[in-house]
């Protein structure tokens, strides 16, 4: 339906609708405080010396404002390092960089002594990694010194020696005995052969600066892409640097092809669409999570802004959400990478396509520059575009035709824009029906989007029909992503039902006759619920429009249930109910007074016992009387008087084991005395009974 | 008469009975009082349970089994020191009476542990 008449079919790009759509924005002001979150000083410094330089050059091409006391410390470390005698040519180079940015005030005896160091390094170097420092920190130093004499004799021995390192495909070994080639060795090596170039005194032969041009164009071949016109750099193997992200590898490349087309002088021949895909990968990385990304990408950017030939100019729309109805306009901002103005160019807008099919229309109308913001703007949108999702093409026209040598902008710019509108909605009503002649019952007017209470009621044999006109603010029938009709049973059960439409009128006739079976002859209040909604649409909308009792027919026996309506996933986490334990009901206890009458009943044959005793004037004649025996004696029936208290103890509180443990302590000395005092009886009554 | 016959006889023989009891060593007598003194505890036992029930029966069991035991060990402590028993004669009395002690000491060890 949504046929914009008047627009031509064109030749479909093979980079289809859709793709290549993304927006770049250049970097913002949530870089700047990332640095400053992601680069804090731990005890007023960064720690090494290479974390600091990263930490200083992130602040400085971004701007922000270097603490005193950073400066300070990282002035005295580096003061420091020059003087030492312990340090390599990798703490020099990493101490001259950071001088580069913060111009200590240093002891020009101390950079003799580094020249002579970082000369013998290069001598005795073999490995990519010493080439790198030696060169790098030579190079630093003739920039910071100009008094101290740096130049190399034997340039082109040096330069063949890093070559050595190359392979075919542009990539470069780390040194000999490994054979792992990586990209991020390539961009050391690069930036390792420019600097040999700026220093070489005569100058190194043209053919050889001729070989590493080449070298360069041919690490191009190996860069990657992703579907969204980025290009970048990654590494296929861990090499002897450790893991490499694409963004450190890409970031090593860029200030390698950087370097080397600074030094050369006419302009490096580099392929614009990848240096721009460069651009935009390390812009789409976004806001990087740790410090050392963040300063890959933001030194790698700070490359690519002034990359000499090549510089990327990056298209980028502060808002591509647009509403007719707010009249907004469209804006479109051309900067470089860091965000620094571009030179004077137009922008036009190309061709507009509709997004999700394949209708576009050619347009080709100049967007007016506001200088005081610095953006381009499309003060109307053109007449056939109405509220919806499309991809505006843009082109970039330099008034310069000398600018096109030195930036690059990537042809055209494709930018998914979604206008939006507020869609009027008129004629809403709802309507009963009488089945047979279709002659209206019951007419209410409704009010969308707005607060609606219809009370209808209606039988099996009638049917209900809602209408409304869609439009959008130029009049234009509208479609939405959604219009639904939902109607909720009072137990919870709902249908829904989807809203067709002709043209601009929407309208849906529900037919009870037929739907019986559907809504499970249930009876009873029904509430109605409409839905329309799209996302270009500003005013979707959910109401509810009140209720509708329907009189259903009895549901006869083989009737399909109504589904079971979900439980409340909540309610299993209320309490539970409660569970009534049977407990045997305890046993009868007689009364306590009766008890205790039978305790003193149980002590009477006691006391009875003793009277007898009494009676049979039983005595003590016999015990002992010396005071050996008369000890044991009493021993034994102390002895005896122990174990009944033992027993006295186990039945109150003590267990079984420890009881037989202390019984048999006890037995033992009881055996002994018991053994002992009779014995004396037994020799007393023997001396008795024979005298 | 025949009644009064009867009544006399009774009379008799618990007359000759009671003299000839009269005649035993004062220590078997001791036993003897011992033993009816465990037994007649025994009795009050069984009427509580007679009366209110057997409901922890461990422990009436535990009771009455230990009146009853002791007055077992005291019969044959009994048996054993009576000089007139030809059948023990070489056992010393002590001896009999250690035995006594020992039995009675394991017996309530074990009537505790069952008494709950």
């Not at chain 1, 990332?34 to 010396?49: H, N, Q, R, V």
């Not at chain 1, 030696?134 to 070559?163: C, M, N, W, Y």
């Not at chain 1, 007017?445 to 603010?473: E, I, M, W, Y």
């Not at chain 2, 000089?83 to 394991?106: G, I, Q, S």
Request: charged share 20%.
């Amino acid at each position: 339906m949504a046929q914009y008449l008047g627009f031509l079919v064109l030749v479909v790009l093979v980079l289809a609708a859709g793709c290549e759509s993304a927006v770049f924005s250049p970097v913002l002001e949530s870089h700047r405080s990332a640095a400053l979150e992601l680069f804090s000083p731990a005890d007023g410094s960064y720690g090494s010396l290479e974390e600091t330089y990263e930490a200083l050059k992130t602040f400085k091409v971004l701007g922000i404002e270097k603490k005193h006391y950073i400066t300070t410390s990282s002035c005295a470390s580096v003061a420091q390092t020059l003087k030492s005698t312990s340090s390599v040519s990798k703490d020099y180079f990493h101490a001259l960089r950071i001088n580069s940015i913060l111009n200590c005030d240093l002891n020009i005896e101390a950079f003799r002594g580094t020249e002579s160091v970082l000369k013998g390094s290069l001598n005795g170097a073999n490995s990519l990694i010493d080439f790198y420092f030696s060169i790098g920190g030579l190079v630093l130093l003739k920039e910071q010194t100009p008094e101290v004499d740096v130049h190399l004799v034997d340039a082109d021995k040096i330069f063949r020696s890093i070559k050595a390192l190359g392979q075919s495909d542009g990539r470069w070994r780390l040194n000999s005995n490994n054979p792992e080639s990586s990209n991020n060795a390539a961009g050391l090596a690069l930036e390792a052969l420019a600097g040999v170039i700026s220093l070489a005194t005569p100058q190194i032969d043209n053919s050889l600066i001729t070989t590493m041009k080449n070298d360069v164009l041919k690490l191009f071949d190996g860069i990657e892409r992703y579907d969204d016109g980025t290009y970048y750099f990654d590494e296929k193997h861990v090499g002897a640097l450790g893991h490499q992200s694409p963004l450190s590898a890409s970031a090593s490349v860029v200030r390698g092809i950087t370097a080397v087309a600074a030094t050369t002088s006419e302009y490096l021949n580099l392929p614009g669409d990848k240096i721009l895909g460069l651009a935009k990968f390390f812009l789409g990385v976004g806001i990087p999570g740790s410090a050392q990304d963040l300063y890959h990408q933001i030194d790698a950017l700070s490359c690519l802004e002034n990359i000499r030939g090549s510089t990327p100019l990056i298209l980028s729309l502060p808002a591509t959400v647009i509403s007719v109805t707010k009249k907004d306009q469209l804006k479109v901002r051309v900067s470089t990478v860091l965000g620094s103005p571009a030179p004077t160019l137009s922008v036009r807008l190309m061709q507009i396509f509709v997004s999700g099919t394949k209708d576009a229309s050619v347009i080709d109308q100049k967007l007016k520059f506001d200088a005081v913001n610095g953006m381009h703007v499309l003060e109307t949108l053109p007449k056939n575009i109405d509220v919806g999702s499309y991809v505006f093409s843009f082109e970039i026209i330099f008034d310069n035709p000398e600018h096109k040598k030195t930036y690059v902008t990537g042809g055209r710019t494709r930018v998914l824009v979604d206008i939006t509108g507020v869609i009027k909605i008129d004629n809403a009503e709802i309507v009963i029906l009488d089945g047979d002649h279709g002659s209206i019952e019951t007419q209410k007017k409704l009010k969308l989007p707005g607060g609606n209470d219809v009370a209808l009621s209606a039988n099996h044999l009638q049917k209900l029909r809602l209408s409304f006109d869609l439009a959008t603010p130029s009049g234009n029938a509208f479609k939405p992503h959604q219009a639904f009709l939902k109607l909720r049973h009072e137990s919870g059960v709902d249908h829904i039902f989807l809203v067709g439409n002709s043209g601009k009128k929407f309208e849906i006739i529900l037919d009870f006759l037929g739907l019986v079976e559907k809504f499970f002859y249930l009876s009873g209040r029904y509430n109605i619920q409409l839905t329309v909604g799209d996302s270009d649409m500003e005013n979707s909308f959910l109401q509810p429009l009140g209720y509708v009792e329907l009189d259903l027919p009895d549901a006869p026996e083989k009737a399909a249930r109504p589904p079971p309506q979900p439980v409340d996933p909540y309610s299993r986490y209320g309490p539970k109910p409660e569970i009534a334990h049977i407990f045997r009901a305890p046993e009868k206890r007689p009364a306590k007074e009766l008890s205790l009458v039978f305790l003193g009943l149980v002590l009477v044959p006691f006391f009875g016992f003793l009277a007898g005793l009494v009676q049979l004037r039983a005595n003590l004649k016999n015990f002992p009387k010396a005071t050996a025996p008369s000890t044991f004696a009493i021993l034994f029936h102390l002895g005896i008087a122990a174990v009944l208290a033992l027993y006295a103890l186990f039945w109150l509180k003590l267990d079984l084991f420890t009881t037989l443990k202390a019984l048999g302590l006890l037995g033992v000395f009881l055996m002994f005395v018991g053994h002992k005092t009779l014995s004396h009886l037994a020799s007393t009554s023997s001396k008795l009974k024979s005298s | 008469m025949g009644r009064s016959a009867t009544t006399k006889d009774a009379h008799a023989l618990f007359h000759s009975l009671r003299s000839a009891y009269a005649a035993t060593p004062n220590h078997l007598k001791i036993i003897d009082l011992y033993i009816l003194f465990a037994v007649a505890t025994a009795v009050i036992q069984v009427a509580y349970m007679a009366i209110v029930g057997s409901f922890p029966f461990n422990s009436f069991l535990s009771g009455v089994l230990s009146c009853v035991g002791t007055a077992v060990l005291a019969v044959s402590l009994r048996i054993q020191v009576n000089k007139d028993n030809k059948e023990f004669k070489d056992l010393p009395p002590e001896r009999a009476f250690a035995d006594f002690v020992l039995c009675n000491l394991v017996l309530h060890l074990v009537i505790i542990n069952f008494l709950g």
